[in-house]
């Protein structure tokens, strides 16, 4: 997981404490859905994007409900699996998806409190990449079109450097290239972050 900015954000980056991304690697199950509703009810998120739901479009509703704090959103018109759920707080934002692709969904979120507003792009990057060439593709062609700040965070399953990975599979030189040239033509920095660097 990391996240990526583009400024002018710096004033409301408290913001940040309230938005999170996360792969759950599978939401069918009760145990995990409890798990992320404590999560969210411990961190006091507000916008939350959950990624490789695994949740079939037949039960989608059902478990989406068990979430009643919270509207939600799952990519199902632009893949089968639902791959990107997007969850909110509609009495502390004003959320509208502008744009959904397989693996991304783009907002505009309004935080009600005061009264700030930015684009959030929530990504679920696909395995191969050749395939993520179009995530870049869009990314690229939507950010022209961005005044406010960005935020883009998930799992874009690739990484900037070789040091970012440990384990099987190393990125190749040319995905790594793919990656950062997208952020260098979006002006996307990668957000700072503690604690473990593979956690």
């Known amino acids: 997981m990391m996240g990526v900015l583009r400024l002018p ?25 409890h798990e992320i509703k404590s999560f969210l009810s411990e961190n006091k998120v507000v916008v939350a994007g959950l990624l490789e739901t695994r949740v079939k479009k037949a039960n989608s509703s059902r478990i989406m409900n068990k979430f009643f704090r919270y509207q939600c959103f799952g990519n199902y018109s632009a ?77 874009f399953n690739v990484v900037r450097c070789m040091e970012d990975k440990i384990g099987k599979n190393p990125p190749t030189v040319w995905e790594m290239m793919d990656f950062n040239g997208c952020l260098g ?15």
């Open 9 to 33: 954000w710096l004033p409301n980056l408290l913001i940040f404490q309230m938005i999170a991304a996360w792969n759950v690697r599978g939401l069918n199950v009760p145990l995990r859905q």
């Open 79 to 155: 893949h089968y699996n639902g791959r990107i759920w997007i969850l909110w707080q509609e009495s502390l934002v004003d959320l509208e998806v502008i744009e959904v692709h397989a693996q991304l969904v783009h907002c505009k979120v309004l935080f009600r409190q005061t009264n700030c507003s930015v684009f959030i792009t929530f990504i679920y990057g696909f395995n191969d990449g050749l395939d993520r060439r179009q995530l870049w593709h869009n990314l690229m062609t939507v950010s022209p079109s961005i005044s406010l700040g960005w935020l883009v965070i998930g799992d």
């Open 185 to 199: 033509h979006c002006s996307l920095a990668e957000l700072p972050s503690h604690g473990g660097p593979f956690t």
